[in-house]
């Protein structure tokens, strides 16, 4: 392996984590905006959890794209993608995964712009909810976990 190949993948594994607490964050913050009695609603901008979720996850799409640039297991595949595509891990690294994210970055894409077009604060923090909820559900089904069989990967990067 190449040393800037485990660089961006070293990155890719720890942006990981700013990805998924900027979910959370998201989530936390605009369901306690969304569900709260109108009398104690926190007035708290849920501006900086939405940068937070969709500049990590940008971040996030540009280093995936790189590795299928540069890592051996994108290059195996693009050598032979027929027979790629019934290769577990090979499929899952190349055609899955990556498609699932991107319809995860757009979700979340098509929610902060939602949301900030709305002056209602409720209704944005539904939107948010929402949007949120559904972009992070997706992207925690096709995230390598250590406990998914044939794609496991760490929970931190191996090497540095
Ligand atoms: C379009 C978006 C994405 C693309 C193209 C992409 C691509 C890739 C590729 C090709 C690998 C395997 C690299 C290798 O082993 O050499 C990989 C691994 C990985 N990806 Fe992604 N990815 C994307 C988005 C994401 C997102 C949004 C997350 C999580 C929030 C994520 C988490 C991971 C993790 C944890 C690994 C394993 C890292 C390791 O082995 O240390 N990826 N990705």
Same mark, same amino acid.
């Given at each position: ?24 964050? !998201? &989530?936390?913050?605009? +369901?306690?905006? @969304?569900?709260?009695?109108?009398? /104690?609603?926190? #007035?708290?901008?849920?501006? *900086? ?19 299928? !640039? &540069?890592?051996?297991? +994108?290059?195996? @595949?693009?050598?032979?993608?027929? /027979?790629?595509? #019934?290769?577990?891990?090979? *499929? ?69």
């Amino acid at each position: 392996m190449s040393a800037l190949h485990l660089l961006v993948l070293a990155l890719h594994n720890v942006n990981r984590w700013l990805v998924v607490i900027g979910g959370a964050w !998201l &989530i936390a913050a605009s +369901a306690s905006q @969304a569900f709260a009695p109108a009398t /104690a609603r926190a #007035r708290g901008s849920l501006r *900086r959890p939405w940068q937070l979720y969709v500049g990590s996850l940008h971040l996030q799409v540009v280093l995936g794209v790189l590795l299928l !640039l &540069i890592s051996p297991v +994108a290059d195996a @595949a693009w050598s032979d993608l027929g /027979a790629a595509m #019934r290769v577990r891990q090979l *499929r899952f690294f190349v055609l899955e995964h990556p498609a699932v994210m991107v319809l995860g970055l757009v979700i979340a894409q098509r929610g902060s712009v939602r949301a900030r077009h709305i002056l209602e604060g409720t209704r944005a923090a539904r939107i948010s909810l929402l949007h949120a909820a559904l972009s992070l559900l997706l992207i925690l089904t096709a995230v390598p976990w250590p406990f998914r069989d044939a794609v496991a990967r760490g929970w931190w990067p191996a090497r540095w």
